[in-house]
């Protein structure tokens, strides 16, 4: 079964400071890669997705992703982070031939300002 | 406004006395799932449904059942809650596209269920 590790449960980080969280994956086959975004209180909201062609993909907000296939990774970035950005963030990967979405525990940001 | 809709928000309850949270979906999808979620663990799938009278076990089905007898409703029972089902639990439904689906999973706002 998909497995996906984040690293790092707890961040705290003031404003402006760049972001990166880690994700990693097991299954070495066809994926499609998400971040979603849980804000304090709220749903999940989805960040940004990768599903094919440039590896390199763009979010909402300012966060962008980068799709490693080699070293089976989906990081996420923001270069310069803002006091709103303060909520858990979720990797979370599809295997190929079914719709079954593995989550890694999640990475708890918090930004001072 | 296309949605994921979930009833209760918010649930207290007692071991025992059988329960059910709704999910409704209005964006005419074939794929419905619920997930719980737990600090430190993140989100686990419970169970999913692919289509009408279609449903399978995620990694966490102990304790719980679902029907799908209409495509946009997906309920989630628990036939006899046990205080380690004290959970916020969320719906999500999706577009089902077969082998490589590029489909984007939809969540609904929650239910936070306490078990007492």
């Known amino acids: 079964a998909q497995s996906v590790s984040q690293h790092n449960h707890h961040v705290i980080l003031s404003e402006a400071a760049s972001l990166e969280l880690g994700c990693n994956y097991s299954y070495g086959g066809t994926v499609n890669l998400f971040w979603y975004v849980q804000y304090p209180g709220q749903h999940l909201q989805l960040l940004l997705k990768?599903?094919?062609?440039?590896?390199l993909v763009k979010g909402i907000k300012g966060f962008e992703a980068e799709f490693i296939k080699s070293k089976f990774s989906f990081n996420l970035r923001k270069p310069s982070v803002q006091w709103s950005d303060t909520a858990e963030y979720f990797c979370?990967?599809?295997?190929?031939?079914?719709?079954?979405?593995?989550f890694g525990k999640g990475n708890q940001v918090v930004v001072i300002p | 406004e296309a949605q994921v809709t979930q009833n209760p928000r918010y649930l207290i309850t007692v071991t025992g006395k059988k329960l059910t949270v709704t999910c409704s979906q209005n964006m005419n999808h074939e794929y419905m799932s619920w997930y719980r979620q737990d600090p430190g663990l993140g989100l686990r799938q419970i169970y999913y449904?692919?289509?009408?009278?279609?449903?399978d076990k995620g990694d966490v089905p102990e304790g719980y059942k679902v029907s799908r007898k209409e495509k946009r409703n997906f309920p989630l029972i628990l036939e006899s809650p046990s205080p380690n089902q004290t959970s916020l639990y969320f719906c999500?439904?999706?577009?089902?596209?077969?082998?490589?689906?590029?489909?984007?999973?939809?969540f609904g706002a929650g239910t936070r269920l306490s078990v007492l």
């Open positions: 449904s692919m289509n009408v009278e279609v449903t």
């Open positions: 990768y599903f094919s062609g440039d590896p």
């Open positions: 999500a439904s999706s577009l089902w596209g077969g082998t490589l689906a590029k489909n984007i999973q939809y």
């Open positions: 979370a990967v599809t295997n190929y031939g079914n719709n079954r979405l593995a």
